[in-house]
């Protein structure tokens, strides 16, 4: 983020002040600023086209203090009805929390006194991520909803090369992070003037698909995607708004890259999804959606995902799942991250590289795991997450082939396994009971704090779990509107 953005998303954040007086919570907060940014980023950019006259921001600028709280909650129920699809789609159902003219008035103010044309120079896309990454980081908004960091998504964008033919979905989109850095790696590897009518039309309406089920989610992520210049139909591309883990799910259409982090947790009240598909119904949200993700596969399709360490070990339908996996999938890579990049600190995660193979038996011949955890150090706010943290090391053992085929195989091999990348054979790995929570270098940080042997280790990761349900839960009371601290 350049300095310029930076002061931007300073100021525009520091504008909460003004609602937090007024009872209005972080996530009310961002939801509230997206209204009021849309309208102001239309006019800022030449696109009030989009919205209907009379329901602009200088309508809503001009008027007084006594008029503007009333106006403005008819311009949010008008703007859910006309306007352009994408306008449509972000005020469908929009309520304003603000009950005070007084810090309307303040709010509307604040926003139009900022240099909004260093903002268009530097990219309003950068200035709304920004302000996201703010609200995770300030609000602790929940494990099921929290902003994968940028360093992560850009080196799994890296690794798996999206491509102009590639179909592209992300099941559990939230505010449309891999959908944007795969965007923008399109875009930067590519002459977009050489492009013909067909591949534009093909980009527009059959590249980017996610699904979110927050409403809240969803509507900054299609704020996100367009501030992006991502340009889409919400009623086909874009991010749905559904249930990935119901039939919505299902009416994705296939991938040929998936790109994802689901949330942590079971579903609520312990049930299961509601997939005819899914051979191995689970309550456990990342044992279905490790399985939406390799159904939704087409043959020859590649995914890299997010999953905590249970998805590695969990026994019963969780060893059932990972061999479904290796059978019809090339599990060719796992990449074991460092602690604390994620808000639910005791939970240690992963990501799993994979291909959908041409038949659905014997796919798996071999996992390669690179251990970025042990011995490293544990990222929070005093140590920041960079990319060099991926691309001096995993990036350049994993190789060029996304597809973690012969090329990458045979450059892995060349390079020898030794310290942090080794293989383990099928065979092997069906011995343990297709476990694949695979660690041997000697932790020397873990020693060194005196931590105790295996059973309290196990004790904490069940903290850590417990912590990241208790998120979980803040996140659903958020949903509901209520402003809660546990």
């Known amino acids: 983020m ?71 909650k008819q311009l949010l129920n008008h703007l859910g009805e006309e306007g352009s699809v994408i306008v449509k789609a972000i005020f469908a159902d929009a309520k304003s929390s603000i009950n005070k003219r007084n810090t309307l008035s303040a709010l509307v103010s604040g926003i139009d006194k900022l240099d909004w044309y260093n903002a268009r120079q530097e990219s309003m896309g950068d200035v709304y991520e920004g302000l996201l990454e703010k609200n ?57 003037d050489s492009w013909t009518k067909k591949q534009r039309d093909k980009y527009r309406s059959n590249t980017f698909y996610g699904m979110e089920h927050v409403p809240d989610t969803q509507r900054l992520a299609l704020m996100n995607l367009m501030l992006h210049n991502i340009d889409f139909d919400p009623r086909g591309a874009g991010i749905r708004y559904g249930d990935t883990l119901s039939p919505d799910g299902q009416a994705l259409p296939p991938a040929t890259l998936i790109l994802t982090n689901p949330p942590f947790g079971s579903k609520k009240g312990g049930g299961l999804p509601d997939r005819k598909d899914f051979e191995f119904p ?29 998805v590695l070990f969990e026994s019963n339908v969780g060893r059932l ?26 939970v240690k995660t992963n990501v799993l590289f994979f291909t959908r193979g041409k038949k659905d038996k014997g796919n798996t011949k071999e996992v390669w795991v690179y251990d970025l955890r042990s011995n490293k150090p544990q990222f929070g706010k005093r140590t920041s997450l960079m990319r060099e943290h991926f691309k001096d090391e995993f990036e350049v053992a994993f190789g060029d082939d996304p597809f973690g085929g012969a090329a990458s195989l045979a450059k892995r091999i060349d ?50 779990e417990l912590e990241a349900a208790i998120a979980e839960l803040q996140g659903i009371l958020q949903e509901l509107g209520e402003d809660i601290s546990l």
């Open 2 to 72: 350049s300095t310029a953005t930076h002061d931007i998303v300073a100021k525009l954040w520091n504008l909460c002040n003004v609602l937090k007086d007024g009872g209005i919570s972080f996530h009310q907060y961002m939801i509230e600023l997206t209204y009021l940014l849309f309208l102001k980023m239309a006019k800022e950019t030449g696109a009030e086209n989009q919205i209907p006259v009379g329901y602009r921001w200088d309508d809503l600028k001009s008027r007084s203090e006594s008029e503007q709280l009333e106006f403005y």
């Open 136 to 192: 995770v980081n300030e609000s602790k908004a929940g494990a099921g909803q929290y902003f994968t960091p940028r360093p992560l998504i850009d080196s799994m964008i890296h690794v798996m090369r999206p491509t102009l033919e590639d179909i592209i979905q992300d099941p559990a989109a939230g505010t449309g992070g891999f959908l944007i850095a795969a965007d923008r790696y399109i875009r930067g590897h590519n002459n977009l």
């Open 282 to 310: 689970t309550s456990n949200k990342q044992l279905c959606f490790l399985q939406h993700i390799y159904l939704g596969l087409k043959p020859g399709g590649r995914a890299a995902a997010v999953f905590p360490d249970n």
């Open 321 to 346: 799942i990972r061999t479904d996996l290796m059978d019809k999938c090339n599990l060719h890579t796992i990449l074991r991250l460092p602690s604390g990049i994620f808000y639910a600190q005791g």
């Open 415 to 464: 390079t020898g396994e030794e310290g942090r990348f080794r293989r383990f054979s099928r065979d092997w790995i069906a011995e343990r009971g297709d476990n694949l929570d695979i660690s041997w270098l000697k932790d020397e940080s873990e020693q060194e704090n005196g931590e105790l042997p295996e059973p309290a280790i196990l004790a904490q990761e069940a903290i850590g």
